[in-house]
């Protein structure tokens, strides 16, 4: 297996294959204020709380069965289980593990590989023996006890996490002007009820997707792997590192219905090169957190049950010190992200924005973001201020399209972060697309 670097960028190229000495050296909502309509169109803004199934209990994954793979073990896969992956990539299914990765992780950097509250920087499992997982249940044990792990899924394939159906009672809102004659449907979350969603009326659906509680001290190396419904669940959790594969298929056709990932009190916490595609709700939801970084990933936000077929909550960033950079905003509605509260610090560069139809970064409640070297590509409110602090350094960010439209908010109003938290280094914005776009997500 061959380097498999899709760009020719040499900047880029070196903080790949330079890394593994460095992370051996390593050890390696109610939203606040007056209602705000999230999603044009009739999807107002919800509680934003993490979606809980209706029953209340922890559920695991169907029937499958099997204790963790500890480092070798045999390594057997179900060909029934490895479906095919997503049509934007060339694998199908495999049988076992590919023990030898082209793919070369790059060091931690951005808020996650600062020192705070007893850690030095982000190290995951680090240097612990790799735990190698087949299948769903195998992955929630690993993920979900005290010891520090590597966790490593199989290259290429798909881990099923989807549930048999449960009954799931929702409100259906119309979607008027977006998506004439269509709907979409709501769970309404506690305190809710669903005339407060614009909706005069409930059906019964179903979802299907698994909880897999998250704890400290985990690496997840995904070999390009792809998860299928699972909701990963870092409430409470620190030192986590997720890299390296695909997150889908979450209750596509509902709307509070789970989390690709959600953070809650959680700290140090790297998100990197990770694919999210057909989410029920945030792709990425992160309250009360430290002290992370978001790095390489794609988020694609086009899903055709709801309405205008674009996903409106992509991310929230409340009372959260966060870095984002180099991802791949790939036509998504809203929230991308939505900064609020307070404790907010975000340093948003080099992510390219595409086709965003409602709103690219948005402060709210106090937050503060400074925004640079960014692309935004025929996308609205590129930086839009809602009573927080947006610093967008002049000639640093790039914008085509309906972006150069004045009355598309690009507002900068203050000085963040004006004293370089951390090193890095800043690409131009007119070569972010070029850089990011097949740079982002899972790589092989």
């Known amino acids: 297996m061959s380097m498999n670097f899709p760009i020719s960028n040499t900047k880029l190229r070196s903080r790949y294959v330079g890394a ?23 999807d107002l803004a919800g509680a934003d709380t993490a979606s809980a199934d209706p029953s209340g209990t922890d559920v695991s994954a ?52 600062l020192a705070g509250k007893g850690l030095s920087t982000t190290t995951g499992g680090g240097n612990a023996a790799v735990t190698r997982v087949a299948n769903c249940s195998q992955l929630k044990s690993a993920l979900g006890d005290s010891a520090a792990r590597v966790i490593e899924l199989p290259a290429g394939a798909t881990i099923d996490c989807r549930t048999s159906a449960r009954s799931q009672v ?31 009326r409930q059906t019964s659906r179903t979802r299907n997707e698994t909880k897999l509680a998250v704890k400290s001290n985990k690496t997840v190396r995904g070999n390009a792997a792809v998860v299928l419904g699972a909701v990963f669940d870092l409430s409470n959790a620190s030192n986590v590192i997720l890299q390296n594969f695909a997150i889908e298929d979450i209750n596509p056709g509902l709307i509070e219905a789970g989390d690709a990932i959600t953070l809650s ?32 990933n794609h988020f694609n936000g086009l899903n055709d ?34 900064l609020d509260g307070a404790s907010t610090v975000a340093h948003l560069y080099n992510n390219h924005y595409r086709n965003i139809s409602y709103f690219s970064i948005q402060t ?27 610093e967008a350094p002049a000639g640093s960010n790039a914008y085509t399209g309906r972006s150069t439209d004045p009355k598309e908010n690009k507002d900068s109003n203050a000085r963040v972060l004006s004293t370089k938290p951390y090193p890095y280094t800043l690409d131009k914005a007119q070569n972010v697309p070029s850089i990011v776009d097949k740079a982002a997500g899972p790589q092989k």
């Open 265 to 296: 009190n959680s700290h140090h916490i790297w998100i990197d090169h990770l694919r999210f595609r057909l989410i029920s709700d945030g792709h990425i939801d992160m309250k009360s957190s430290t002290n992370v970084t978001l790095s390489w």
């Open 62 to 113: 169907g029937s499958e069965e099997g204790s963790v793979v500890e480092q070798v073990g045999s390594d057997a896969l179900d060909p029934a289980r490895l479906a095919d992956l997503d049509p934007s990539t060339s694998a199908g299914a495999v049988e076992g593990f590919e023990t030898a990765q082209a793919y070369t992780p790059g060091p931690v950097n951005g808020f996650a590989s």
């Open 170 to 200: 929702a409100c259906v809102i119309p979607c008027d002007k977006n998506d004439p004659g269509k709907n979409s449907y709501r769970i309404a979350v506690p305190g809710q009820t669903c005339r407060d969603l614009g909706s005069n």
């Open 364 to 390: 709210n409640g106090g937050a503060q973001a400074r925004v640079e070297g960014n692309y935004f590509e025929d996308s609205r409110k590129p930086h839009w201020n809602q009573g927080g602090k947006i």
């Open 20 to 42: 593994l000495g460095l992370m051996a050296m390593m050890g390696c909502a109610a939203d606040a204020g007056a209602p705000e309509q999230d999603a044009p169109g009739g």
């Open 305 to 338: 049950a709801v309405c205008g077929r674009q996903h409106h909550y992509t991310l929230l960033v409340e009372n959260t010190q966060a870095t984002l950079h180099h991802n791949f905003f790939d036509r998504p509605s809203g929230r991308n992200p939505k």
